[in-house]
């Protein structure tokens, strides 16, 4: 069944359930090529040195985006994926934010020269566990070591629980530079909000959006999460009514994926609540039916946007780029990230900050940048790198613009990957000719199918489990 396109003609996605079920499979989400279960300890601060003093000998660097993690919450989500620190001992954020300031001095001064910032981004955690004075202080102390582009250039986001925020204090993170706002929602059913242990009234919510547009935010993103417990198509149908109504210029509408041996929190969750794959995938199309009929683009990956917001300017113009935080109009600047658990791609590398606070704090206390792990990538994960993120964000890949940029082939080096392409054309989901592959409709939605034809190290050296146990799920399912 076709869903309707936009009232901008903008290319839509076409749901195809049979299809879904047939390759509907766990995978990664690809906000990095190699993804971050292949990092490795053997890459540590000493290459991550090495990487920007390669930087710095090169002219004409595009600006930077920056990545601030908050881990503190009040309260735990069930579903929450995230890494994070639940606690009302509001000492602990006092203490973490003197570390952070401290690695944002070593991060200011090692890109001393070229540290232009375009892009900001607050995630969590709750950002704004933070007060209105803790967080005066630490944009003035971002300010102080990099040169942030004027307002009307950058795009300054934060995320937001409007549980913990008031009109005023809505209108303060716009004074403080911020202006773009991402909010929590998953749902506004109440039911569903007491299982997951979220409750968040619906009011509470538009009233955090009317703060923000009266405030001159430039765009207010809601996020919401399908396939939590005691969920159903008409409990979705009914927020879906609200969030349109509420009119935002972005909408993400993530899987939950249950995955509680990786995700301590989910274990709260009682399985017998949870939708049928089924009544999900009803959810879905549901999903995508009522976001396109009110006139949003679908830009991939769970993301919904208006035909004007940046999000879909930067797609239709070939521009648009995914990394950590998802999609981004910002394709070619590194991502320096500070905070607990961080990771940061920057040149031809990733890097990940250590992932609990003691080992976090020990690390800067040596005068180190709290780098655990991370990866070089070969030439090859190069090429593979840019493929994903062609296929993810413009749907389509030419083969001799690769061919131009990296030293290969394409269809001698790919081989193998060309004819594994061949099966899913057949199932409909794109088409090869001589010179590019094409994304159909029906492929949209299976995105992630299509780039992990690409992924080498998907299936290699498998940790085997214990006698008599499956292997446990590493990614989501792919839908």
Not at 73 to 86: R, W
Not at 252 to 262: D, E, F, G, K, R
Request: net charge neutral; proline share 5%.
């Amino acid at each position: 069944m076709a869903v309707p396109t936009t009232p901008a003609a903008a290319p839509s996605v076409e749901f195809d359930a049979a299809l879904i079920r047939k390759l509907d499979r766990p995978g990664p989400r690809y906000t990095s090529y190699p993804t971050a279960d292949r990092f490795s300890d053997a890459f540590d601060y000493a290459d991550y040195l090495q990487t920007v003093a390669g930087l710095q000998v090169r002219k004409g660097r595009p600006p930077l985006s920056l990545y601030l993690h908050i881990p503190f919450c009040d309260t735990i989500c069930y579903y929450c994926g995230c890494n994070k620190i639940v606690t009302r001992d509001r000492n602990k954020a006092v203490t973490y934010l003197s570390y952070l300031k401290r690695e944002i001095e070593m991060q200011g001064k090692l890109f001393a020269g070229f540290n232009q910032v375009e892009q900001l981004h607050f995630g969590g955690g709750t950002p704004t566990y933070l007060s209105d004075q803790q967080m005066d202080d630490l944009m003035a102390h971002l300010h102080r070591w990099f040169d942030f582009a004027s307002d009307a250039i950058g795009e300054y986001s934060i995320e937001i629980d409007p549980r913990t925020v008031s009109r005023e204090r809505i209108h303060t993170l716009r004074r403080q530079g911020f202006n773009r706002v991402s909010l929590g929602v998953q749902d506004f059913d109440p039911d569903v909000q007491k299982a997951v242990n979220r409750i968040q009234p619906e009011q509470q919510t538009l009233e955090v959006i009317d703060a923000a547009r009266e405030a001159g935010f430039r765009s207010v993103s809601i996020d919401l999460i399908y396939g939590l417990p005691k969920q159903n198509v008409m409990t979705m149908q009914q927020t879906l009514t609200k969030v349109i109504a509420a009119d935002p210029d972005r909408i993400s509408i993530y899987n939950y994926a249950h995955l509680p041996h990786l995700f301590k929190p989910q274990r709260r969750i009682n399985v017998d609540e949870l939708p049928s794959s089924e009544t999900k995938l009803d959810m879905l199309f549901l999903c995508i039916k009522r976001l396109t009929d009110a006139g949003y683009v679908y830009i991939g990956m769970d993301h919904f946007a208006k035909p004007d917001d940046d999000l879909a300017v930067a797609q239709r113009q070939g521009r648009l780029h995914r990394n950590f935080q998802g999609y981004s109009t910002h394709a070619e600047a590194d991502l320096v990230s500070c905070g607990v658990s961080a990771i940061s791609a920057v040149g031809a590398t990733y890097s990940q900050n250590a992932k609990t606070l003691d080992e976090y704090y020990d690390y800067i206390e040596r005068n180190e940048l709290p780098i655990k792990r991370g990866i070089k990538l070969s030439m090859d994960d190069m090429v593979r790198r840019i493929i994903i993120q062609m296929l993810m964000c413009n749907f389509e890949l030419s083969m001799a613009s690769i061919e131009l940029a990296y030293p290969i082939t394409f269809k001698s080096h790919f081989a193998d990957e060309l004819e594994k392409l061949r099966e899913l054309e057949r199932d409909g989901l794109l088409a090869i000719d001589a010179e590019w592959i094409t994304v159909t409709l029906k492929g949209r939605l299976l995105i992630r199918n299509i780039c992990m034809v690409f992924d080498r190290y998907l299936g290699a050296t498998p940790q085997k489990p214990p006698e008599g146990k499956e292997q446990p799920l590493r990614f989501s399912r792919t839908i």
